[in-house]
């Protein structure tokens, strides 16, 4: 079967953020394209459980929705967060945050990667508008004045007014527009797993504030958690060499043994963690969504919501502004990424933040960091303010 060489997007990059994109400009009447790597992916044929999971938030549930995907992922298998209980590194020092008081059904959606994943490309496999290119490699990226040319690995040559950047932080996308990036490395690890849990968690978040980093304990369906330990190299490699039993037993001492004891379902795995940001999200006829365009500190929770929050604002753009332009506009792009700016700044500028203030060990910092968690939890207008735009 012949594929089509000519198109007015091509979205590179078929993770979570660039099938969303495509999805999201399907009914845009643009000639539409998606180049990844590797197969369609599929759901294993077991019960297990996928240790790398997104906190969605309940306007990235809706923009899913509005994409189709949301409710063609099997509903068992996401956990809503009612509840989020912070606790700072003096043991007593806390910061609550409940749906209830926001107003909400929920604070967000514990899903596993790869559960979305086969959500979105389900739903892109039904949309005859989309042409899939995969499993294929690209080798080439040339920016012209009218056009952008894509080299694909087997010799096809793809052309398009607007090739969109979704390839995740090491982009290669990135590197063949000659974009510039600029990296903060946390030297820290992002170590996960899942466990099965003695005692019901109701549905709660719960993080830790530690000397030893930040612990998060986020709800799976029934009695089950999933954990992201974000802590030295050191110490995620202590972590990653325990025994199941071990493993289980320094994560419940770890979290004060708040769930009872604890089994673990997947192995640990473990992901570098930094601040980075592209030096530009747009230039003519190239446009970069997600962990391409930016990455930030897991602690919050909200890489994944950025990407979406990308995905969405630059079909907004194109659909909004573009349907009577050209895709590939800089003018056009422009908007796109001046619309973005402030929503990635303020989220990186909170995690780094965060981060900084509850690794640091200058005199008087623990002080400081404990009394603020308290003296926001007092505030009921801060932590309604804090919770709305964590949802959005």
């Not at 912070?86 to 990667?113: C, H, K, M």
């Not at 982009?171 to 466990?195: E, K, L």
């Not at 895709?327 to 981060?355: N, P, V």
Request: charged residues 20%; contains cysteine; proline residues 4%.
């Amino acid at each position: 079967m012949s594929i089509q060489t000519d198109f007015d997007v091509i979205v590179i990059g078929g993770g979570l953020v660039g099938a969303a994109c495509a999805l999201a400009l399907k009914q845009s009447g643009l000639r539409l394209a998606l180049v990844e790597t590797g197969p369609a992916p599929t759901l294993p044929q077991d019960d297990s459980w996928d240790s790398r999971i997104y906190a969605i938030s309940p306007g990235n549930a809706a923009f899913l929705s509005r994409l189709g995907a949301w409710e063609s992922l099997d509903q068992q298998r996401i956990a809503p967060i009612e509840e989020m209980r912070i606790w700072g590194d003096d043991g007593s020092s806390q910061l609550d945050f409940s749906a209830y008081e926001a107003g909400a059904a929920t604070l967000g959606y514990i899903v596993e990667s790869r559960l979305m994943q086969a959500g979105l490309w389900g739903c892109l496999q039904n949309i005859p508008e989309i042409t899939l290119i995969n499993p294929a490699r690209c080798v080439r990226l040339d920016l012209q004045d009218d056009q952008a040319r894509l080299t694909l690995e087997d010799g096809r040559a793809l052309a398009s007014r607007l090739v969109i950047g979704a390839d995740g932080g090491g982009s290669w996308t990135r590197a063949q527009a000659g974009i510039s990036v600029m990296t903060s490395d946390y030297r820290q690890m992002g170590v996960v797993a899942n466990f099965a849990v003695e005692k019901p968690h109701h549905n709660i978040a719960r993080q830790w504030f530690r000397d030893d980093g930040i612990l998060a304990w986020l709800p799976l369906p029934g009695n089950r958690i999933s954990i992201v330990w974000s802590t030295a190299p050191s110490h995620a490699n202590a972590l990653l060499a325990l025994a199941p039993e071990a493993l289980a037993q320094t994560v419940a001492q770890a979290g004060q043994e708040a769930l009872g004891s604890l089994q673990v379902l997947t192995p640990a795995a473990a992901f570098p963690l930094k601040l980075q940001n592209a030096e530009v999200m747009a230039m003519p006829r190239l446009a970069l969504v997600g962990d391409a365009a930016h990455l930030v500190h897991p602690l919050a929770g909200q890489g994944v919501n950025l990407g979406f929050h990308d995905a969405e604002g630059l079909a907004h753009t194109l659909i909004e502004r573009g349907l009577q332009s050209d895709a590939g506009d800089y003018g056009l792009l422009r908007r796109y990424e001046r619309a973005r700016q402030m929503d990635i700044k303020a989220m990186q500028a909170t995690t780094d933040s965060l981060h900084t203030l509850f690794s640091s060990d200058l005199p008087g910092a623990g002080t400081l960091r404990n009394w603020g968690m308290r003296f926001t939890n007092r505030q009921q207008w801060l932590k309604r303010r804090l919770m709305a735009h964590a949802m959005t």
